[in-house]
């Protein structure tokens, strides 16, 4: 049997080397569906994010839900800078900034594994 990482490519990859995929599960990347994942998780990890970059910033779960009119993490930060934070100093380098808080708020909650 015809065998690959991705659901995506294996039916590709085995016709060209003329094996047939039985389909035994298909996945969908349903985040926010299943689960509120945005109010009790992204929420609050952008929360410890804040914390850990020694900002005073608080997403609130009502002000959170505006915050959600805007998709993806760094245009979420940057639309509540320019909506609800005006007091902020903005460093010079405003996208590096949240590029960086953005890889903070992306580990939280990870599980390092060393040795693979």
């Given at each position: 049997?015809?065998?690959?990482?991705?659901?995506?490519?294996?039916?590709?990859?085995?016709?060209?080397?003329?094996?047939?995929?039985?389909?035994?599960?298909?996945?969908?990347?349903?985040?926010?569906?299943?689960?509120?994942?945005?109010?009790?998780?992204?929420?609050?990890?952008?929360?410890?994010?804040?914390?850990?970059?020694?900002?005073?910033?608080?997403?609130?779960?009502?002000?959170?839900?505006?915050?959600l009119a805007v998709?993806?993490?760094?245009?979420?930060?940057?639309?509540?800078?320019?909506?609800?934070?005006?007091?902020?100093?903005?460093?010079?380098?405003?996208?590096?900034?949240?590029?960086?808080?953005?890889?903070?708020?992306?580990?939280?909650?990870c599980v390092t594994?060393?040795?693979?």
């Open positions: 049997m015809c065998e690959s990482g991705s659901l995506r490519y294996a039916s590709r990859f085995c016709e060209n080397i003329g094996e047939k995929v039985k389909l035994e599960a298909l996945i969908f990347d349903v985040d926010g569906t299943l689960a509120d994942t945005e109010r009790d998780g992204h929420r609050v990890a952008f929360n410890q994010a804040f914390t850990g970059a020694g900002l005073d910033w608080d997403w609130t779960v009502e002000l959170y839900e505006k915050l998709t993806g993490g760094k245009e979420r930060m940057r639309y509540y800078l320019d909506e609800f934070n005006h007091d902020f100093q903005r460093p010079a380098d405003l996208d590096d900034f949240i590029a960086g808080l953005h890889k903070m708020w992306s580990c939280q909650g594994q060393t040795g693979r």
